[in-house]
């Protein structure tokens, strides 16, 4: 909380309200709550690609084409060959651009991927080193002068990246992933951010996003995240029925304790928002429970009950359905 109010007074309020929300929605409902059915999912994914890969039903022909053995169908024109297997070429593997063969060893080495990566890691120290010294107002000059040429540089080598990788896989193979995409993504908007009048503004956040190419360092991070971001479909509608659940509930609030005297909580819609979504991050939720009881009831028993049985049940909805 304490952070929260210390950015809203550093920077536009707005932009603080959309990253804590998103922040403590994603780790409190995303992370916490999806994590071990995620590996439970991601585990046993991996026990049937091992399963495929002990069997040897995959191999690749003279030029290089990936091959794999399937049971052919039954519905086959031939007789004889009906319940038989069948040797079909899969060109997954195959490059689609232009370069020579040398390029292509080069792209798929691991001794070009861990230099990459190795830059991604340096340009994030550099960024992360950055400071502002009041007594010394010179030598921060200098040194900020210094991050922002050698931004320059890695801006250039990326997008080089970008544009060696699309010179070896095509731009059709090279737009199939997804992490080509954000590659290119950044690259773009990088290019933009090493201007000089568009250096250290909104652009910045193109600098900051490319340390989340790190997680290519483990395959298994890399596939933890495909899993979590990968089926977009899927995750859209469980945040699409939260925040719908989240907004009908902060509705229904609002109409039952916007009357109510020295309640601060349900005053208006955002603030009425701001403590069903506290409640259902299940942080402090006692607290909101307690100030409606309280000023709600005040000498009725009865009302008192009915405010806290109203939480109670928002609160084991909330938990037991909405984040599991």
Not at 141 to 158: G, H, M, P, R
Not at 165 to 194: D, M, V, W
Not at 211 to 234: A, H, N
Request: aromatic residues 16%; glycine residues 4%; contains cysteine.
């Amino acid at each position: 909380t304490q952070s929260t109010w210390g950015t809203m007074d550093a920077m536009q309020p707005w932009k603080s309200y959309i990253y804590f929300f998103t922040m403590i929605f994603f780790l409190a409902w995303l992370v916490k709550n999806v994590f071990i059915a995620v590996i439970i999912e991601t585990f046993a994914e991996i026990r049937v690609q091992f399963q495929q890969i002990w069997g040897l039903n995959r191999i690749l022909d003279d030029e290089g084409n990936s091959q794999k053995l399937i049971p052919m169908s039954s519905t086959s024109h031939s007789n004889s060959n009906a319940g038989g297997w069948q040797l079909v070429t899969m060109d997954d593997n195959k490059p689609a651009g232009f370069a020579p063969i040398l390029f292509q060893r080069l792209l798929q080495s691991n001794v070009f991927h861990i230099s990459m990566l190795g830059l991604v890691f340096l340009d994030a120290a550099l960024a992360a080193s950055t400071s502002y010294e009041i007594n010394d107002e010179e030598e921060t000059a200098k040194y900020n002068e210094f991050l922002y040429y050698a931004q320059v540089v890695f801006t250039i080598i990326f997008v080089l990246e970008a544009l060696f990788k699309i010179y070896c896989l095509g731009f059709t193979g090279y737009i199939k992933r997804n992490l080509h995409k954000f590659e290119l993504f950044l690259a773009i908007g990088n290019s933009f951010h090493i201007c000089k009048k568009l250096y250290h503004t909104q652009f910045t956040y193109f600098q900051v996003l490319r340390v989340v190419r790190l997680i290519k360092i483990s395959p298994v991070t890399e596939e933890f995240v495909s899993k979590i971001f990968g089926p977009g479909k899927k995750l859209g509608t469980l945040v699409v029925f939260s925040l719908t659940t989240l907004t009908l509930t902060s509705a229904i609030s609002l109409q039952l304790f916007c009357h109510v005297e020295a309640l601060s909580q349900f005053a208006t819609f955002p603030l009425a928002f701001m403590s069903m979504f506290q409640i259902l991050t299940q942080e402090g939720w006692v607290d909101v429970m307690d100030a409606a009881m309280w000023r709600s009831g005040k000498d009725s028993t009865v009302t008192k009950a009915f405010v806290a049985l109203y939480f109670i049940l928002y609160h084991l909805f909330a938990t037991v359905i909405v984040l599991r």
